[in-house]
Nanobody, 121 residues
Framework: QVQLVESGGGLVQAGGSLRLSCAAS?????MGWFRQAPGKEREFVAG????????YYADSVKGRFTISRDNAKNTVYLQMNSLKPEDTAVYYC?????????????????WGQGTQVTVSS
């Protein structure tokens, strides 16, 4: 059982930046960030493999968001730059059971409680 705790969400103006963190209670394999806006389905944002040398992004955030990890700290980060109002959502951290990145929610076993990101125009 792995517990995940996200932090770093908040309110920011369009064009601003936020850095999300996800602290895991133990070793993790591939990790991902998802988000869910009101009235919408949860969607994949970014993923990183267990070594941190391979990443994958949704087209909507490519070039603006960066996922990284520090395995010594069991922590994954999501640096979000050039934020847009359409990035407003609850952001969830997820841990998979394989070494490889998945872009579907059912490929992840453990989930955090989510952190709210609100981008004002």
């Amino acid at each position: 059982q792995v517990q995940l705790v996200e932090s770093g969400g908040g309110l920011v103006q369009a064009g601003g930046s936020l850095r999300l963190s996800c602290a895991a209670s133990g070793r993790t394999y591939a990790m991902g960030w998802f988000r869910q806006a009101p009235g919408k389905e949860r969607e994949f944002v970014a993923g990183i493999n267990w070594r941190g040398d391979s990443t994958y992004y949704a087209d909507s955030v490519k070039g603006r968001f960066t996922i990284s990890r520090d395995n010594a700290k069991n922590t994954v980060y999501l640096q979000m730059n050039s934020l847009k109002p359409e990035d407003t959502a609850v952001y969830y951290c997820a841990a998979g059971l394989t070494y490889f990145i998945g872009s579907y929610a059912n490929e992840y076993k453990y989930w955090g409680q989510g952190t709210q990101v609100t981008v004002s125009s």
